[in-house]
Structure formats: C-alpha cells, structure tokens
C-alpha cells in the first residue's frame, strides 16, 4: 500500500516485539498499555489477545486499544473460511471492524499494532493499512507485534531502521521490557508542554 502523504513525525519511535508463539508479545503489549495509561497517554491501535478454554487456546480476539471494545477476531477450527492462516479461520467483519480502528487510531501518543505477520505481509490480508499507520508515524511510540521471520520486510515496508526488536521470551527479557517502559515514560514527557 502506498500513500501520497509523507510520514509526519521523522523522530519517530517503533518497538517491534517479536519471538515464536507462546512468548509473550501480545502480554508484553497489554502491559505496556495499561502502564502507558497510568501515564495518562492517548493510547490506539489493536491488541489481540488469544482466547482460552479450559487451558487450551480456542482462538484470538482482538481489541481497540483507546476503547476496550472488542471483537472474536478468528477461532481454531477446521471449518471452511476465504480468510485462513495455520489453524485459524477469521471472522471478515472482525477483521475489516480491525483496519477501522487502527485507520482511525492516530494521532495518539502510543500506538499498538498486534500482528503483523504473515497475512499481511504475504498475502495483503488482515490488518492491511497497519504498515501505512506505522509509516505515517502520527504518534511518539509504535509498539508492534512482527514475526521474526518479517522483522527486516517490516522494517523496510516503514521506512525505519532506528527500531528497537525485543524478544519477550527471550534473555534478557525483562531489562528490554524495562527499556520499553522507559520509551512509554519518554512518549509521556515528550507530550508535555
């Protein structure tokens, strides 16, 4: 996706939290909005949150981050469904409900982008504006949930290289979680007059 429109905010900073399922990310992102929050920062974008029963992950759902509202964004299952990836089938209306939220996500001082993967970056499904908020930079920080394998594509589809990668599952875990709460606390200083 291309835009006429040329990226506002050059010092911009983008966190990616990537590493295998399971590691994490969407955890470390839930906790980076809820702190941000108690900094009183206008926090946007999606978050989704797997969905469980009974211990067993029975699929993903997925939440504005300004609001809380939410909507069951794919469920484990075999059944048929034009919108597949791995053992998820995904809801249309969800997903489409998803690009809304994070077309109209910015400005906002902290913006929330959970996932990008394969979907987007292989087939121009799911979350397809996401790397068009992110490359239009209209916020101070950017924390966004990119498979390892799409770090580098990612990266380049933004037009950023000063991002910082963390890896929530993986040593030293907590001194980069650590460091992107300091980058929060830095987007809260930087909105005051």
Sequence with gaps: MTSSREPVSPDR??????????TGKTTTCRRLLDYARTLG??????????????????????VDARTDEGRQLADVDELPGRLRAGPYRFD???VAWGVARLGAACPCDVLFVDEIGPLEMDRGEGWTNALEVLRLGEYRLA???????????VRAAVGVSGTVVVRPGVAPGRRAVRGLLSMVELAGEARRP
């Design 41 to 62: 920062l206008d926090c946007a974008g999606i978050v989704c949150p797997a969905r469980v029963d009974g211990g067993v992950k029975v699929g993903i759902d997925v």
């Design 92 to 94: 249309e209306e969800a």
């Design 143 to 153: 924390v966004a949930v990119v498979r390892p394998s799409l770090v580098d594509a």
């Design 13 to 22: 900073q983008i966190a990616i939290l990537t590493g295998a399922p399971g």
